[in-house]
């Protein structure tokens, strides 16, 4: 089973249980984009601008029927600079629903000397679906449970 929907992570422990007791194969990720996969990984190593005196922010822009606020990604990406940082803090995510916007999410990092500026745009839908099919042709004849960003670079 591969799953891309949000809103359900207070769970996973006890899925993670069923999933290994059954022997069959769950992957699951906030975003099944091959860019914005690389995208958390710029993001995390850039938390580190945290320990020097910089504040953080990220902004998400999606369609107007997006019901989710912020997006699963967004959430994500607060998820690793959290984690990269070692701040207990969470920055501050803004989420605008606009038109058509596929999806678009930016990080900024603001100190007293400069600012530094992360944006991925998507321009398409189609890279979400190619990577839930990659992941889902990944997924065949394996059993555990598994989440999209570990695996992403094994498509």
């Not at 891309?4 to 249980?17: I, S």
């Not at 207990?88 to 606009?98: A, C, D, G, K, Y």
């Not at 989440?147 to 670079?153: C, G, M, T, Y």
Request: hydrophobic residues 40%.
């Amino acid at each position: 089973m591969v799953v891309g929907t949000t809103g359900w992570y207070e769970q996973v422990p006890h899925l993670r249980e069923l999933v290994l007791s059954a022997r069959t194969g769950f992957l699951c990720g906030s975003n099944f984009s091959i860019g914005v996969n690389l995208f958390f990984e710029v993001v995390q190593n850039a938390g580190a601008a945290l320990k020097y005196d910089y504040s953080g922010q990220i902004f998400e822009r999606h369609h107007m029927q997006k019901k989710d606020a912020p997006s699963g990604t967004a959430i994500t990406i607060q998820k690793l600079i959290r984690e990269s940082s070692g701040q207990n803090e969470e920055l501050e995510i803004v989420s605008f629903r606009e038109g058509d916007v596929v999806g678009m999410h930016e990080v900024v990092f603001n100190s007293a000397n400069d600012r530094i500026y992360l944006c991925h745009d998507a321009k398409s839908r189609r890279g979400f679906a190619e990577g839930a099919v990659r992941a889902a042709e990944w997924l065949q004849g394996k059993s555990g449970f598994f989440e999209f960003r570990n695996i992403w670079r094994e498509l």
